[in-house]
T-cell receptor, first 114, second 108 residues
Framework: KAGVTQTPRYLIKTRGQQVTLSCSPISGHRSVSWYQQTPGQGLQFLFE???????NKGNFPGRFSGRQFSNSRSEMNVSTLELGDSALYLC?????????????FGPGTRLTVL | GQQLNQSPQSMFIQEGEDVSMNCTSS?????WLWYKQDPGEGPVLLIA?????ELTSNGRLTAQFGITRKDSFLNISASIPSDVGIYFCAGQLNDMRFGAGTRLTVKP
């Protein structure tokens, strides 16, 4: 069974631009969660999507948004990029949403904002 | 930010030694998970724990879900060089919260 895939793996943008990251979950998984990982803040939860609906949201500004499609694939968008948005963006998929739910991570997208 | 206190932050051990790391929280969780992350890659799930008091093994790895539901530990026995990496604990209630990680270095 294929794992979680994320594209692109690496991305370089400049301040003020916007970016869209893509995540394909494990087949049969309906929940996708997004995380930002930085050396200073560690792994921080962005949001979770389940059945095309946002279930949970972390404490990030509105510049960070996402969506999920009917095939469970998910995209994350960051508008008006700032230098501090440079990070590894990870998505994780799980069978369903909520408790007792193992999350499996993709390899991440390394975003660098210049 | 993170709500889990993971310790130690880093460990330097000799190959063959046992390793122990733990996570504590002021909040209770329904699930505890342990992940390992290699440089440039996403975290890989090692062990998942679903019940207070549960003790689970995965090869040389053993983890326990604390009775109070506010803590968990991970032990690695007879460490080998490929154990090198960053180990994260994660607690789940509604969403998932992560510890800051334990960076493990194994000297051959």
């Amino acid at each position: 069974k294929a794992g979680v895939t994320q594209t692109p793996r690496y991305l370089i943008k400049t301040r003020g631009q916007q970016v869209t990251l893509s995540c394909s979950p494990i087949s049969g998984h309906r929940s996708v969660s997004w995380y930002q990982q930085t050396p200073g803040q560690g792994l921080q939860f962005l949001f979770e999507y389940f059945s095309e609906t946002q279930r949970n949201k972390g404490n990030f500004p509105g510049r960070f948004s996402g969506r999920q499609f009917s095939n469970s694939r998910s995209e994350m968008n960051v508008s008006t990029l700032e230098l501090g948005d440079s990070a590894l963006y990870l998505c994780a998929s799980s069978r369903t949403s909520g408790r007792d739910n193992e999350q499996f991570f993709g390899p991440g997208t390394r975003l660098t904002v210049l | 930010g993170q709500q889990l206190n993971q310790s130690p932050q880093s460990m330097f051990i000799q190959e063959g030694e046992d390793v122990s790391m733990n996570c504590t929280s002021s909040s209770i969780f329904n699930t505890w998970l342990w992940y390992k992350q290699d440089p440039g890659e996403g975290p890989v799930l090692l062990i998942a724990l679903y019940k207070a008091g549960e003790l689970t093994s995965n090869g040389r790895l053993t983890a326990q879900f604390g009775i109070t539901r506010k803590d968990s530990f991970l032990n690695i026995s007879a460490s080998i060089p490929s154990d090198v990496g960053i180990y994260f604990c994660a607690g789940q209630l509604n969403d998932m919260r992560f510890g800051a990680g334990t960076r493990l270095t194994v000297k051959p």
